[in-house]
């Protein structure tokens, strides 16, 4: 009986043991909207315009220690970290910033085209539950703070 006791006392101090599990923020929110036009206020994201900027030929980067690195991950939905969606007549870019560093602004880049690129920084703030940017430039404009949360994070560029 003292036998089965013990046993039974070990199996139940054994299961009662948790492993202390890395914790990983349960909320991303690393998006900015993008609407793209020219001087004209022609939309340069419809692929119907012939001088618009197509999927296909955007690259996106991140700067990951130091280096830059083109964005293709093959097995995501969006391999480029972006998307681009018609929304009410209108086409949008939906682009997922770099923000693989808590210490220090992350940088992306969007290349419109061979001479063309966008310089997009953030700096953001993590915790347990939550990654979150507090600041947005844009070719080093500050276009957006933690303090304008109730404004969305979108942008109109004229190229």
Same mark, same amino acid.
């Given at each position: 009986m003292k036998t089965t006791f013990y046993v039974f006392l070990v199996v139940l101090l054994f299961s009662s043991c948790k492993k202390k599990e890395d914790k990983m923020a349960s909320n991303i929110d690393r998006k900015v909207e993008i609407s793209v036009q020219d001087k004209a206020g022609n939309d340069l994201l419809n692929p119907s315009n012939p001088n618009a900027y197509l999927y296909e030929n955007i690259k996106t980067y991140y700067v990951i220690n130091g280096v830059k690195e083109e964005v293709n991950n093959a097995n +995501? =939905?969006?391999?480029? #970290? !972006? /998307?681009?969606y018609e929304k009410d007549g209108k086409y @949008? /870019?939906? @682009? !997922? @910033?770099? /923000?693989?560093?808590? =210490? %220090?602004? =992350?940088?992306? +880049?969007?290349?419109? %085209?061979? #001479?063309?690129?966008d310089t997009f920084k953030c700096e953001s703030s993590h915790n347990d539950m939550l990654i979150k940017i507090t600041k947005l430039w844009y070719n080093d404009s500050l276009v957006w703070t933690e303090a304008d949360y109730s404004i969305d994070r979108s942008l109109l560029i004229v190229k």
């Open positions: +995501y =939905d969006n391999p480029k #970290n !972006f /998307m681009i @949008l /870019m939906r @682009l !997922f @910033l770099n /923000m693989a560093n808590a =210490d %220090s602004p =992350d940088i992306t +880049y969007v290349q419109w %085209s061979e #001479n063309n690129t």
